[in-house]
């Protein structure tokens, strides 16, 4: 849906949740994607009902070079990966104004190109108008991301929401926590300052250093933020990002709408995302699981027994005992509920 459709969620209870797994996750991998990932992980987010995904180079379009990290793919290549993958998800890229070009834009534009995300310094926020308007011109959707917000106070970070509405080319403004660095009482101040100076759709971009970056997307939506950032398993630049399937999980926990079932994301996560990891990050989707179903990790050896009698799904097991007991299943309990998903299965 196009986000001048989306008013604060304060009143509609829909968020989307954006994944940047394609695009923020290159940090960790250094930028080696290709585009045979980018199709199955754009594959898999559709399914999820993951409706937004941003993709290429971790510093956007433009940017692979010997300086920023040579990507495995061409911008081209990405944009066209995703572009031959999705039917229903819109797809975007992040840019950078002086790392890429007018050009850049352009030509993302003609592949297809849904969205982009403009980052720049908070502090020169105004001098990315040009490519924001160009962008626009373009037809695409717009999201500012000032990045490194908290370099501005958060009334300064209202006062520049009010004049960025000015601009009529942004559709999306985002306070971004580029370092990881806050806490959610000031990301819900930062978000509260920009929704009473303007009527742009709100997001966040967060990192994870301080172990707060899904806490602060729920401060962001708690305040009228519609859009909100994730990456599947956290994965990202530094300590990552929020992680997608636990964000979407958290979200659609709270009562808001987000369209996104976490279940479906662990398969994407351990077919398509593990096998590029080049270290642990971010929580396993067995672990998720457990806070998920309320499943203690203590009755975990007896489940893995069964599974040496029955050809079953441990995820699936865990999630249909737990439907039952969670709190003391008994081992007759799980062999039963074992017998039966082997014959459906």
Not at 193 to 201: F, N, Q, W
Not at 212 to 235: I, P, Y
Not at 254 to 283: C, R, S
Request: charged letters at 20%.
């Amino acid at each position: 849906m196009h986000p001048n459709n989306w008013g604060s969620n304060l009143e509609t209870k829909k968020v989307v949740v954006l994944d940047a797994t394609l695009r923020d996750s290159g940090y960790a991998i250094h930028f080696q994607f290709s585009a045979r990932d980018t199709r199955n992980l754009c594959l898999g987010l559709e399914k999820a009902g993951v409706t937004m995904i941003e993709v290429g180079h971790g510093l956007g379009l433009g940017a692979s070079s010997v300086k920023h990290g040579v990507a495995l793919e061409t911008d081209e290549d990405y944009l066209h990966a995703a572009a031959g993958a999705l039917t229903k998800a819109r797809f975007g890229a992040f840019f950078i104004p002086g790392i890429g070009t007018k050009d850049d834009l352009t030509a993302a534009a003609r592949m297809g190109m849904q969205f982009v995300r403009v980052g720049y310094e908070v502090t020169e926020i105004d001098l990315a108008r040009p490519y924001v308007d160009h962008a626009k011109n373009l037809g695409l959707d717009v999201s500012l991301n000032p990045m490194k917000s908290y370099a501005v106070t958060a009334s300064e970070f209202g006062q520049i929401a009010e004049r960025v509405e000015g601009w009529a080319s942004v559709d999306i403004l985002c306070v971004v926590d580029s370092a990881g660095s806050m806490l959610p009482d000031e990301v819900g101040e930062y978000t509260q300052a920009a929704r009473e100076h303007c009527s742009l759709a709100l997001g966040f971009h967060g990192h994870n250093n301080l172990g707060m970056a899904n806490a602060n997307c729920l401060a962001a939506v708690r305040e009228g933020a519609s859009f909100v950032d994730g990456t599947l398993r956290g994965l990202g630049r530094s300590a990552g990002n929020a992680q997608t399937e636990i964000l979407a999980y958290a979200l659609n926990k709270a009562g808001y709408q987000t369209e996104i079932d976490p279940v479906t994301l662990f398969d994407v996560i351990t077919n398509y995302l593990e096998p590029l990891m080049l270290q642990q990050q971010g929580i396993p989707p067995l672990e998720v699981l457990s806070g998920m179903t309320q499943f203690h990790s203590s009755h975990m050896p007896r489940f893995r027994r069964v599974l040496a009698k029955f050809d079953v799904n441990l995820k699936r097991l865990i999630m249909e005992v737990s439907k039952i007991d969670c709190i003391n299943p008994s081992n007759d309990l799980i062999e039963t509920v074992a017998r039966d998903l082997s014959r459906t299965d």
